[in-house]
Nanobody, 123 residues
Framework: VQLQASGGGLVQAGGTLRLSCAAS????????MGWFRQAPGKEREFVAA????????LYADSVKGRFTISRDNAKNTVALQMNSLKPEDTAVYYC?????????????????WGQGTQVTVSS
């Protein structure tokens, strides 16, 4: 399984970014796909997740209403649309895959990880 994250960058507060995660190596219909982030000196934290099959979603309270996770089954990609970005959103963002359709916010319960993409929000 390979997960390739892209789309990070530098943006001003209030701006938008769209992250994308390209998944390959198997059929992901029974998987959950998630996004996590890790700021310097902090633990990796859950951001959002979606079931690949029906597109159910779960969000961290800190991003609810600002971020949207979506998947494109035909392209095998998962996107994270980030609006109204804040300086505290600055982190390396990782996509992850879990071999189970039960939602969890615990990073250790995800089985595969992408390489991470840096998001920096300036004030």
């Amino acid at each position: 399984v390979q997960l390739q994250a892209s789309g990070g960058g530098l943006v001003q507060a209030g701006g938008t970014l769209r992250l994308s995660c390209a998944a390959s190596g198997r059929t992901f219909s029974t998987y959950i796909m998630g996004w996590f982030r890790q700021a310097p000196g902090k633990e990796r934290e859950f951001v959002a997740a979606t079931t690949w099959s029906v597109g159910s979603t779960l969000y961290a309270d800190s991003v609810k209403g600002r971020f949207t996770i979506s998947r494109d089954n035909a392209k095998n990609t998962v996107a994270l649309q980030m609006n109204s970005l804040k300086p505290e959103d600055t982190a390396v963002y990782y996509c992850a895959a879990r071999r189970n359709q039960q939602f969890t916010t615990v990073a250790a319960r995800y089985n595969y990880w992408g390489q991470g993409t840096q998001v920096t929000v300036s004030s």
